[in-house]
């Protein structure tokens, strides 16, 4: 069964830093795109950033320069390093495969509060 379990969320304050990680089961995460969301209450999920199987990146305007996508092949992980975290951060993180079929994480929660 595939599965993308994600992990490292929590709450931090504003200024502060997590990593997150998916780490995936049967499928492998350097052969296709994988990318990070985001959904914050009330809001569409939204694009954070990709990694291609080239190790391309790509990342949202209101992340750039604060966030970093990395995968470890060997360990068949994916990793979105946040710093300079802001509370507008704030949204539940999806992990995502993007193959000829999709698949999802099941989130972590990034609380970015004082």
């Known amino acids: 069964q595939v599965r993308l379990v994600e992990s490292g969320g929590g709450l931090v304050q504003p200024g502060g830093s997590l990593r997150l990680s998916c780490a995936a089961s049967?499928?492998?995460?350097?052969?296709?795109?994988m990318d990070w969301y985001r959904q914050a209450p009330g809001k569409q999920r939204e694009l954070v950033a990709a990694?291609?199987?080239?190790?391309?990146?790509m990342y949202a305007e209101s992340v750039k320069g604060r966030f970093t996508i990395s995968r470890d092949n060997a360990k068949n992980t994916v990793y979105l390093q946040m710093n300079s975290l802001k509370p507008e951060d704030t949204a539940v993180y999806y992990c995502?495969?993007?193959?000829?079929?999709?698949?999802w994480g099941q989130g972590t929660q990034v609380t970015v509060s004082s």
């Open positions: 995502h495969y993007r193959g000829y079929n999709d698949y």
């Open positions: 049967v499928i492998s995460v350097s052969i296709n795109t």
């Open positions: 990694i291609t199987p080239g190790r391309n990146t």
